[in-house]
Structure formats: structure tokens, C-alpha cells
């Protein structure tokens, strides 16, 4: 052993350990509560604008997709790191007969510059992705592209095509964006760069992905992203919206962006490293829930407790290593290899703490000690992600057999850390099953929306396409 390691005081690291897994539990009892607090709110984000932490915005998709829709749709994907642009032929019954996307990473600077820039980085990026335009795609003749935008933020729709962005999340801030029309913003830039399409759906990935997973499976009516930042959307009766004053749909039915990332409750375990991260952050006070479960913060929450336990327990030597003190340095792709590590010696952690952190020589105790932490921490963010399903059955009435009868409930998921955080996903599922009990999980089915958002957007697009039939 390093003389550094001899240092270490252990004593301190098992207290502040001790104390973060005891703040982190999420008994089942806990979760229950928490559950019902969602479905609470729920309710009085559909009572009254501002009735809540829960946006429960309504989205304007009263007809989820029917599988009959036909022709060439664009997609354009904002609101992660990356932003996605894909085509699709679709062929009515047949379905999908021809697709392609491309992605594209958002330079950082762009994520807190101006909407000018934003928006003309991407009219330039889809311009060339339209230029590329093969034969596989038909577009009758005299008429324009038709695109479906999927924005991931909260925005309050106006029409199926027109929306103001209420606020940034997710690490972005654009300030001039505020209060925009963001279809306007976009149909600016595609003309600034010479692209003629028309946007015929705005839409967010939640309510494109409950599209494109209802288009492959009937009894899809609730989905869910777990990724960079996280929400939900779910098909509501639109007699239970007291809030909406617009003409009563035809199908009786409303898709519902809840926002659920802003959700917040006394019964949310938060500890103090939660607190000291919302309020650095960029959007402090806002989307707690979200903080605690998803993709962007997972792995600061656990650089911050790494960073307690060098600082007051050497854990990496007489300093706290300078790479440490880096928000945002560690990432959760990277916690999340460190949490799959299965070899030995635990060899992958290592790597990442030397390559990510500059930090070398640990013992096999303190990597051990490093995965320990990444289960607490994936750990409460998949058991309070559960709670919040539970919270959207509950709101829905699928929580329960009725008459005898349990309706069937497939919930679309998309999203990198559903996808690719195994121990996360699991952990979510088996507490989903714990929750709703043995009989009633024969009935909950999650599925894997596989770029749901954007093969939606395209196909509401479709069906709201300004050349359909039924429109006048
Ligand atoms: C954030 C956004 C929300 C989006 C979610 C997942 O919570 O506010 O609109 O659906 O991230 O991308």
C-alpha cells in the first residue's frame, strides 16, 4: 500500500457513507407515499393553470397514431446533448418502408448562447441532411416537406403547431427563447437557410414517444424517458381536464405532458449534496425530481460525495485531486460502467478514476467503496422513477382490477439511461413489480421506444399534415 492510502480515515469515509445511505432510503412504504403525492398533483396541474409543480400541459395529439399514415415525414429531435433529424417513408399498413437520421452533438456553447444561433446551427445541419434526400423517399408533387418537431422542454402548446417555451432544463439557458414561439424560431432559421418545409406537429419526446409506441402496439397509453432529463406523458379523458376550455376533442381523449421532472415532495429523500446541486445549478428550485433521477445528475451527485470524502477523510491522498472539483466531470455513462464493473479487482473503476479524475494507485476497498456509492445513488433514482409510474396508474386507474377486469397497460420507454444503465433499468423494474404487486405487474408491460420520439414526431406530422382529408 501507497503511503498516500495510509491515510485515508476510514473512520470519516464509513460516517459520511453511512449517513448518505440512510438519506437515500426509499422503502417501499416511502414510495407508496410518494406515488400518491404524483397523483395528487397530477390532479391540480389538470384543475387550474399553475395548479402545480406538475405542468400537466396539454399537448394538442387528441388522436395517437393509427397505423394507416403514408408519405414522407421529417423529424427533428432537440433536447439532450444531441439533436437528432430523420426521414421516414411510411406505407400505411405496411409501416415504415424506408428511414434515416442523422445525429448531431450541440456545440456546449450553443446550449446558453442566443435562439439565432441555436436555431440556425440546426436549419444548417438539417439543410444538408435534406440535400442527402434519396429516392427511397417520395414526395408528391407540389407539395413541401412536412416536418414534426419534438422539443423536449416544458412548452405551453397553443395549436398542435405552435407552442411558447416556458423555461430551459437540462443545462440550457437562452434567455432571448423565453416566451418564444419555438416553431416560429425554427421556421425563421429553415428560411435564413433556404430549407422549405412546413412544421405541421410541435411535440415533446415524451408525447412522440407514447405516438410512435402506440403506432407498433394498441395498448401503449403511458410513456416514459429516462435519459438526460426525465418526464412522462399519458393519455387522459378529456372531461378530466378541468382546466381545458378548447373545443371537446373527438376522440374524448387528451395526451398529457405532465413534466413530472418538477415534481417535488416532502417525502423526496434529498440529501444534502441534492441541495448543494440545485443551487449551483442553472435552474435552481426547479425540477428536483428530475435532479434525483436522471441522466445529467446521477453522476455529479456522486462526484459531490466523492469530492465530501476527500476533502474531510483523504480519500484520494492529503488533497482533493483538482479534477475532482470539476462539476459535471464525472458523467453517468461513466458511473455507470464503474457501477457493471464485474472484474476482480475492479479494473474498470480504476481506469475511469484515472483517466476521468487523475486519480491513481486506489485500493481495491476504495473502488469497492466507489460502486457502493453508484448503487446507492442509481438505487434511488430507479426506486423514486418506479414510485412515479405507480403515481400515473394511480392517477388512471390501473393501479387496480376493476370489476374483476385489469386493464392492460403498456408503457413506452426511451431514453439513454432505460437504455443503457442496466442495474438502473432493473432495479426500476423489479420495484415497479414490488409496488403493484404479483398479479397486477402480469399486466404492467414497459417496452423500449427505440427512438420513439422522433418516428412519432414524424407520424404526427403525418396525421396532422396540412394536405390531410379530414382537415379543412
Ligand atoms: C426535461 C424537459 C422535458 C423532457 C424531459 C426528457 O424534463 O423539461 O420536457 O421531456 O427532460 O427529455
Known amino acids: 500500500m501507497s503511503s498516500v492510502m495510509k491515510s485515508i480515515r476510514w473512520c470519516k469515509v464509513v460516517e459520511i457513507y453511512n449517513e448518505f445511505e440512510e438519506k437515500c432510503a426509499t422503502s417501499n412504504d416511502k414510495l407508496k407515499h410518494i406515488a400518491e403525492a404524483m397523483t395528487e398533483e397530477m390532479h391540480a396541474g389538470l384543475a387550474s393553470e399553475g395548479g402545480s409543480k406538475l405542468k400537466m400541459l396539454v399537448s394538442y395529439v387528441d388522436n395517437l397514431p393509427t397505423g394507416e399514415e403514408e408519405g414522407v415525414y421529417y423529424a427533428l429531435d432537440l433536447g439532450g446533448t444531441n439533436f437528432r433529424v430523420l426521414r421516414v417513408q411510411l406505407a400505411g399498413k405496411s409501416g415504415i418502408e424506408s428511414q434515416e437520421f442523422m445525429e448531431v452533438s450541440i ?136 382546466k381545458w376550455h378548447g373545443a371537446p376533442p373527438k376522440s374524448g381523449e387528451m395526451v398529457i405532458n405532465t413534466e413530472w421532472g418538477n415534481f417535488r415532495s416532502s417525502h423526496l429523500p434529498l440529501t444534502e449534496y441534492d441541495n448543494a446541486l440545485d443551487s449551483e445549478s442553472l435552474n ?77 494507485n486506489t485500493s481495491l476497498e476504495t473502488r469497492k467503496l466507489i460502486v457502493n456509492l453508484c448503487n446507492i445513488i442509481a438505487t434511488r433514482g430507479a426506486r423514486l422513477a418506479a414510485a412515479g409510474i405507480l403515481g400515473i396508474l394511480r392517477k388512471t386507474g390501473r393501479h387496480v382490477a376493476k370489476n374483476g377486469e385489469t386493464a392492460k397497460t403498456v408503457i413506452a420507454m426511451d431514453g439513454g439511461l432505460y437504455e443503457h444503465y442496466t442495474e438502473y433499468r432493473k432495479c426500476m423494474e423489479n420495484t415497479i413489480h414490488e409496488l403493484v404487486g404479483d398479479e397486477l405487474s402480469q399486466h404492467v408491460k414497459l417496452v423500449h421506444s427505440n427512438d420513439g420520439s422522433g418516428i412519432g414526431a414524424a407520424l404526427l406530422a403525418a396525421s396532422h399534415s396540412q394536405y390531410s382529408k379530414d382537415r379543412n
Open 284 to 360: 435552481p428550485g426547479q425540477q428536483m425530481y428530475e435532479k434525483m433521477i436522471s441522466g445529467m445528475y446521477m453522476g455529479e451527485i456522486l462526484r459531490r460525495v466523492l469530492c465530501r470524502m476527500a476533502d474531510e477523510a483523504a480519500l484520494f491522498g492529503d488533497t482533493v485531486p483538482p479534477k475532482l472539483k470539476t462539476p459535471f466531470v464525472l458523467r453517468t455513462p461513466e458511473m455507470s460502467a464503474m457501477h457493471h464493473d464485474t472484474s476482480e479487482d475492479l479494473r474498470v473503476v480504476g481506469k475511469k478514476l484515472n483517466d476521468i479524475l487523475e486519480i491513481s
Open 107 to 242: 456545440p456546449p456553447q450553443l446550449m446558453v448562447g442566443t435562439s439565432k444561433a441555436l436555431f440556425d446551427y440546426i436549419a444548417t445541419q438539417l439543410a444538408k441532411f435534406v440535400a442527402k434526400e434519396s429516392d427511397k423517399f417520395h414526395l408528391p408533387p407540389g407539395r413541401k416537406r412536412e416536418l414534426g418537431f419534438t422539443f423536449s422542454f416544458p412548452v405551453m402548446q397553443l395549436s398542435i403547431a405552435s407552442g411558447t417555451l416556458m423555461r430551459w432544463t437540462k443545462g440550457f439557458s437562452i434567455d432571448d427563447m423565453i416566451g418564444q414561439d419555438v416553431v416560429a424560431e425554427l421556421t425563421q432559421a429553415m428560411k435564413r437557410k433556404g430549407i422549405d418545409m412546413h412544421v405541421s406537429a410541435l411535440v415533446n419526446d415524451t408525447v412522440g414517444t407514447l405516438a410512435g409506441g402506440r403506432y407498433n402496439n394498441n395498448d401503449v397509453a403511458i410513456a416514459v424517458i429516462l435519459g438526460t432529463g426525465t418526464n412522462a406523458a399519458y393519455v387522459e379523458r378529456a372531461k378530466d381536464i378541468p
